[in-house]
T-cell receptor
Framework: RKEVEQDPGPFNVPEGATVAFNCTYSNSASQSFFWYRQDCRKEPKLLMSVYSSGNEDGRFTAQLNRASQYISLLIRDSKLSDSATYLCVVNWGQNFVFGPGTRLSVLP | GAVVSQHPSWVICKSGTSVKIECRSL??????MFWYRQFPKKSLMLMAT?????????EQGVEKDKFLINHASLTLSTLTVTSAHPEDSSFYICSARTWTSGRNEQFFGPGTRLTVL
């Protein structure tokens, strides 16, 4: 079983739609969790950290379920500019393990 | 977020030459930096973890004699691709680890696109 798993997609959604991504991780000792966004031919950029109580940043909501070892990202009112690959990242110690990413295409 | 720079942003070289890529943390000190490689339409692959003042830890399958890593200061790590060949053409990205608000975070440099002819 891979350490961090994501549905690779692609998710093709119309503008304004709500879309959710899930990510599962295998290491129960994981301490911190993140969602990164990577545009084509660019470096990953931190989208948001994921806190135990869940957190929201504008149209983006992240949730953590430690018991089931999964993280989710919800994007509301999706924009064309949200088209990217979304990477789930899990940290323990100095290790950062990336999921394979989920591709999102928001269509006009 | 913290700022990480990489230089050069792109390089084209002949087969057999060596290429050096620099990764700098501009506004913080990074005891740990990471080097990744990404082929087109593929996932990021961790190559090695670079710790300031000590030898890098390489991932399985990454040749340490081919990909030389030096992390001589808290703000600079370098990756040298020795005797580069066309199959080494890739997008090389570094990142630096910070400790922010009681948690580890990681910030990426803009990447270096290497093309070996």
């Amino acid at each position: 079983r891979k350490e961090v798993e994501q549905d690779p997609g692609p998710f093709n959604v119309p503008e304004g739609a709500t879309v959710a991504f899930n990510c599962t991780y295998s290491n129960s000792a994981s301490q911190s969790f993140f969602w990164y966004r990577q545009d084509c031919r660019k470096e990953p950029k931190l989208l948001m950290s994921v806190y135990s109580s869940g957190n929201e940043d504008g149209r983006f909501t992240a949730q953590l379920n430690r018991a089931s070892q999964y993280i989710s990202l919800l994007i509301r009112d999706s924009k064309l500019s949200d088209s990217a690959t979304y990477l789930c990242v899990v940290n323990w110690g100095q290790n950062f393990v990336f999921g394979p990413g989920t591709r999102l295409s928001v269509l006009p | 977020g913290a700022v990480v720079s990489q230089h050069p942003s792109w390089v084209i070289c002949k087969s057999g030459t060596s290429v050096k890529i620099e990764c700098r943390s501009l506004d913080f000190q990074a005891t740990t930096m990471f080097w990744y490689r990404q082929f087109p339409k593929k996932s990021l692959m961790l190559m090695a973890t670079s710790n300031e003042g000590s030898k890098a830890t390489y991932e399985q399958g990454v040749e340490k004699d081919k990909f030389l890593i030096n992390h001589a200061s808290l703000t600079l790590s370098t990756l040298t691709v020795t005797s580069a060949h066309p199959e080494d053409s890739s997008f090389y990205i570094c990142s630096a680890r910070t400790w922010t608000s009681g948690r580890n975070e990681q910030f990426f440099g803009p990447g270096t696109r290497l093309t070996v002819l």
